[in-house]
């Protein structure tokens, strides 16, 4: 086959790589690429990305070069637990677009209007993410980089995936909703960031609030920063379902574009490079008339909507309630919270979602705003 795949972030990278390991033509586009000796090379990707190792596939483990590799992590709701994830991997973004880059034929400018046919192609795949709109709902951190040495120095050298203490230099605004401390080594230096999960409060307004709150938080060992990081994107948008394959002009989506980003937790690069070769199978199968089967489509859609519940829910959840939540969730075995992170399929969200019964005290806090959470759920998007 020969494709075209519109954006090369992370995502787009990904496919593009996998699709030219199946012996694919490949042409990407994207006007951030850079020009190196005259020959354009991939985009620089900002964020910096983490990934639970164990969801990924066998041929990502073996491609995907780590800074860093945490064999657990620490989360504290405000007890102090140890998640068991399979190691959590921050990835060497540079390393990375090398590995990825070679095979693609590159094209430094932006594509409008594409189809199949105006760009020569069997299938457009848009990897190109979402706009965030007035009313998204919306994954937003304020971080900064610690030296190594800084960081162990202020007992931050923990890989810390959430943690919801109080400190006792915390700001008293709480424009946005309650905000967590995430950390994770990355091996010349310590990303130290305050992160709201959801929220509808607008980047604008939400990075300095959350910048006043790492600060205090820190205290005086933010002024050790040797640099800062900003992330904010919307969890809730999504162009078009990836699970319904190319539309009447042979264009797909993957990534953010097809709703990758999961609605609640924000994880967008660890499905994306779990799910690039199914997308591709049902992409070749689609060329041989055999679209995506039925099950397997509603079963995508229900996964997507149950947690897209979850994320309106903690939107309305107050800093008295989230802890509480999380602590019930990490509770859950290791293979239920997984089922809920990780893979595109309705049944083990369902039954993660489930048996966070057995926890009434601090799930049924969390469910008093179900009926409007549902409301906004069920809304056409």
């Not at 090369?8 to 033509?25: E, K």
């Not at 199978?281 to 509603?298: C, E, I, K, T, V």
């Not at 859609?301 to 979850?310: D, E, F, K, T």
Request: net charge positive; glycine share 10%.
């Amino acid at each position: 086959m020969h494709i075209a795949v519109l954006g090369l972030g992370p995502a787009g990278s990904v496919l593009a790589h996998r699709a030219v390991a199946r012996g694919w033509t490949v042409d990407g586009y994207d006007p951030a690429c850079r020009d190196t000796d005259g020959s354009p090379t991939l985009p620089e990707w900002r964020s910096t990305y983490g990934l639970p190792v164990a969801a990924l596939p066998d041929w990502a483990n073996s491609l995907i070069p780590f800074s860093s590799v945490s064999p657990g992590l620490s989360a504290h709701t405000p007890g102090h637990r140890v998640l068991d994830y399979g190691g959590y991997g921050m990835v060497d973004r540079t390393a990375l677009r090398e590995r990825l880059a070679p095979g693609i034929r590159l094209h430094r400018r932006r594509v409008d209007a594409p189809t199949a046919r105006t760009l020569g192609v069997d299938a457009v795949i848009d990897c190109r993410g979402v706009v965030d709109r007035p009313g998204s709902v919306r994954q937003i951190a304020y971080g900064i980089f610690l030296p190594p040495e800084t960081a162990q120095d202020a007992g931050l050298a923990t890989s810390e995936f959430m943690d919801w203490r109080p400190s006792p230099r915390a700001s008293e605004h709480r424009e946005g909703g309650p905000s967590f401390l995430y950390v994770q080594d990355l091996g010349d230096r310590v990303l130290v960031e305050e992160t709201v999960l959801a929220t509808r409060t607008s980047a604008r307004k939400m990075l300095p609030e959350l910048r006043l709150r790492l600060l205090s938080r820190l205290g005086e060992v933010a002024v050790h920063a040797t640099g800062t990081e900003t992330v904010h994107f919307p969890m809730d948008r999504r162009r078009r379902p990836w699970y319904l394959g190319p539309d009447a002009d042979g264009v797909a989506t993957f990534g953010a574009a097809g709703g990758l980003t999961h609605p609640a937790t924000g994880y967008s690069v660890a499905a994306a490079v779990a799910a690039a070769d199914r997308v591709l199978d049902q992409l070749a199968d689609h060329a041989a008339g055999r679209p995506l089967p039925r099950r397997d489509r509603l079963s995508a859609a229900l996964a997507w909507r149950l947690r897209l519940l979850g994320g309106e829910l903690i939107i309305r959840a107050g800093a008295a309630v989230l802890p509480g939540f999380f602590d019930a969730f990490f509770r859950l075995p290791a293979r239920l919270q997984r089922g809920y992170l990780e893979g595109q399929d309705a049944l083990p969200v369902a039954a993660a979602m489930f048996s966070l019964a057995r926890f009434p005290r601090a799930v049924l806090p969390f469910l008093r705003p179900l009926p409007q959470a549902l409301y906004y759920t069920l809304k056409p998007r």
